[in-house]
């Protein structure tokens, strides 16, 4: 332990500062076209992945994926942020991230989904240079291994039942069942009641509806679905909708898309919609802040799903090590959101596995990146 340690805290002693960050846009194109509500459909969709460099010669990594039309950001706008962050970025310290986070959140309100690429770089150097990974340094790591759910694109019924079919084969037992798309809820039931028949009783299904649906037409979904066992994640687009939506029909809820805040936790918790939330680094601004919001739905008794909008490598393993660090009965799952996409930017990334995935143990993030696949940088900032 003493090689480890040693050489890791004399990197610390002498003082280390960001003395470059490169930005990279890269299309990541998903396996199968993904359908949701309101037209919303991920294909090719851009990530954008940052490099912090530093005078110890460390390197962070940090990635964002914005979905179009999904959430208030845009990866076009993560470069823009990052330049007129760069006073506070050059030259600071990344080791101990919270006084650095603060400095920028001072220097420019908002823009989360761009902080939280900044924060994932911040998190990896600090964990390299204590020559730990990441969920160590949030606590330790709570399991070996983290559950994953299985998330199907809205088409039709009985391919969403074949799709469902074919991840039980692989150890899924949670399926994520997008719902929406074709606009009328009679065949949302149906996809429902297709997905439960492929994966039969037990297995965790949840209809989710990305804030397309009318409360008449949630209800009327969630009551011809009422026999089936299934959750309801996120049908409407505001969290009174959804209380209205939950009340009628007396289903399990899961929160999504309007829980990115402390104040939005706490009145879905208060609204009785929040059985279930979807802790989104992007939504959040990185770990940092969606380590608070972890900390705060432990106290309010939500069970969480730990991970991002969309994204690759990076932003999954980050995911994974705050998964990691959280007590094991309050993770409903994760999400190898890598696993749904190309190209790989980390070969020794983690994959799924009987129905879960290991998160890294090496030092910060603990993967490795192939800047070959990422070419040129379309920033430099130094």
């Known amino acids: 332990m003493s090689r480890i340690i040693a050489p890791a805290l004399m990197t610390v002693g002498v003082g280390q500062h960001i003395t470059r960050l490169r930005l990279w846009h890269l299309p990541l194109t998903s396996h199968t076209a993904y359908h949701m509500a309101d037209g919303k459909t991920c294909d090719t969709v851009e990530t954008v992945v940052i490099a912090i460099d530093t005078d110890a010669g460390l390197t962070g990594w940090g990635e964002v994926c914005p979905i179009p039309h999904y959430l208030p950001a845009y990866a076009r706008g993560v470069a823009p942020a990052l330049q007129e962050l760069a006073p506070v970025i050059l030259g600071g310290d990344p080791v101990g991230v919270g006084a650095l986070m603060a400095k920028a959140d001072a220097f420019l309100h908002g823009h989360v989904y761009a902080k939280s690429a900044l924060d994932i770089a911040l998190w990896d150097i600090t964990g390299q240079a204590a020559g730990l990974p990441i969920h160590a340094l949030m606590g330790g790591r709570r399991q070996d291994t983290l559950p994953l759910y299985h998330s199907i694109t809205c088409v039709e019924p009985d391919e969403m039942a074949r799709i469902a079919g074919e991840a039980k084969a692989t150890g899924i037992t949670q399926f994520q069942a997008k719902l929406g798309a074709s606009g009328d809820w009679q065949t949302d039931v149906e996809r429902l009641a297709k997905v439960r028949e492929a994966v039969g009783r037990g297995p965790l299904v949840y209809g989710d509806g990305n804030c397309g649906a009318t409360t008449l037409d949630a209800i009327r979904v969630g009551r011809g679905a009422a026999q089936l066992d299934v959750m309801l994640e996120q049908p409407c687009a505001t969290l ?102 190309s190209p790989r930017l980390a070969p020794d990334a983690p994959t799924r596995a009987d129905g879960r995935i290991t998160p890294p143990d090496g030092p910060g993030l603990g993967i490795a990146i192939d800047q070959d696949c990422l070419g040129t940088p379309d920033l430099i900032l130094d």
């Open 240 to 341: 009174e909708d959804c209380a209205r939506v939950q009340s009628a029909t007396g289903l399990p809820m899961k929160l999504d898309e309007l829980a990115h805040d402390t104040a939005t936790l706490l009145e879905g918790h208060r609204l009785g919609i929040m059985d279930a939330v979807a802790l989104k680094l992007s939504k959040f601004g990185g770990l940092s802040a969606t380590r608070r919001a972890r900390d705060l739905c432990l106290h309010l008794g939500a069970k969480m799903c730990i991970e991002c909008t969309w994204g690759g490598d990076i932003v999954t393993a980050a995911a994974l090590h705050l998964g990691a660090a959280t007590p094991p009965n309050r993770v409903l799952n994760v999400c190898d959101l890598s696993g749904y996409v």
